[in-house]
T-cell receptor, first 113, second 115 residues
Framework: QKEVEQNSGPLSVPEGAIASLNCTYSDRGSQSFFWYRQYSGKSPELIMF????GDKEDGRFTAQLNKASQYVSLLIRDSQPSDSATYLC?????????????FGSGTRLLVRP | DTEVTQTPKHLVMGMTNKKSLKCEQH?????MYWYKQKAKKPPELMFV???????INESVPSRFSPECPNSSLLNLHLHALQPEDSALYLC??????????????FGSGTQLSVL
């Protein structure tokens, strides 16, 4: 079982819709969760982080965390074509206390004009 | 300013060459990282420096040699690379010493091609 799993996509949504990106993780002791956006040929850019169960909102982005279900998601409201990118979920597992950031394989999002 | 600067942006080298990748940050961050990313794959951790000392080496082959001359600079020395080492090499930094809540900020990367 991979430590961090994401559906590779592509997830295609129309402009203005809500895009929902999902991520599951295997280490139940994980405490910190991050979402990075990566445009093709560019480096990852941190867009959200969440440490506690529940929702965290920042502009059009909402991160949701459910530690009991080992599930973290990213909602993008009013999706724009410029949101088309690969979204990487990243988790810091607690299994060896070295605090390494482990990335999922990413979900490719396409926002259709 | 959340900028991490990497040079060069592109590098082509032969298998017998020696080259270096450079990374610089002036945010006062105490941890710096090297990641490797192959096409359509997630970044994979290679090395972590915390307070200028190597804290994590992910069993990276010795043909990759990291160096942290001071708290703002991180180098990756390359020697006798293989074509399969071609990838995007990403430098990142974080404010603290690499704990579980650290937010990593990435540079723009060096696209390396080994011929």
């Amino acid at each position: 079982q991979k430590e961090v799993e994401q559906n590779s996509g592509p997830l295609s949504v129309p402009e203005g819709a809500i895009a929902s990106l999902n991520c599951t993780y295997s280490d139940r002791g994980s405490q910190s969760f991050f979402w990075y956006r990566q445009y093709s040929g560019k480096s990852p850019e941190l867009i959200m982080f969440i440490y506690s169960n529940g929702d965290k909102e920042d502009g059009r982005f909402t991160a949701q965390l459910n530690k009991a279900s080992q599930y973290v998601s990213l909602l993008i409201r009013d999706s724009q074509p410029s949101d088309s990118a690969t979204y990487l979920c990243a988790v810091v597992p607690m299994m060896d206390s070295s605090y390494k950031l482990i990335f999922g394989s990413g979900t490719r999002l396409l926002v259709r004009p | 300013d959340t900028e991490v600067t990497q040079t060069p942006k592109h590098l082509v080298m032969g298998m017998t060459n020696k080259k270096s990748l450079k990374c610089e940050q002036h945010m006062g961050h105490r941890a710096m990282y090297w990641y490797k990313q192959k096409a359509k794959k997630p970044p994979e951790l290679m090395f972590v420096y915390s307070y200028e000392k190597l804290s994590i080496n992910e069993s990276v082959p010795s043909r990759f040699s990291p160096e942290c001359p001071n708290s703002s600079l991180l180098n990756l020395h390359l020697h006798a690379l293989q074509p399969e080492d071609s990838a995007l090499y990403l430098c990142a930094s974080s404010q603290g010493a690499g704990g579980q809540y650290e937010k990593l900020f990435f540079g723009s990367g060096t696209q390396l091609s080994v011929l």
